[in-house]
């Protein structure tokens, strides 16, 4: 079984930076990938960014040159340093770790950007 908890969320003024860290436990991790989702009021859950056990990583468009996801594969960790928020990131940030099993979710981190 794997764990999966996520830190970080907060409230930030547009223009403002935060980082969010997950980190995960449990056995035979043999993780493969780690990333981030992000689900608003009323919106479908989106792909935020991802980056693989090699270090290759994928953002989304609306995202790229703002967001940076880095990952410590010794603590198990992944981050996201976001820069440059704007409202509409305001939402709750999923962490996901993906095994040769399957997928693993922590319970979310609220982001909210806001004057």
């Known amino acids: 079984q794997v764990q999966v908890v996520e830190s970080g969320g907060g409230l930030v003024q547009p223009g403002g930076s935060l980082r969010l860290s997950c980190a995960a436990s449990?056995?035979?991790?043999?993780?493969?990938?780690m990333g981030w989702y992000r689900q608003a009021p009323g919106k479908q859950r989106e792909l935020a960014a991802v980056?693989?056990?090699?270090?290759?990583?994928n953002y989304a468009d609306s995202v790229k040159g703002r967001f940076a996801i880095s990952r410590d594969n010794a603590k198990n960790t992944v981050y996201l340093q976001m820069n440059s928020l704007k409202p509409e990131d305001t939402s709750v940030y999923y962490c996901?770790?993906?095994?040769?099993?399957?997928?693993?979710w922590g319970q979310g981190t609220q982001v909210t950007v806001s004057s």
């Open positions: 996901y770790v993906r095994n040769y099993i399957r997928d693993y």
């Open positions: 449990g056995t035979d991790l043999s993780i493969r990938q």
């Open positions: 980056i693989t056990s090699g270090g290759s990583t």
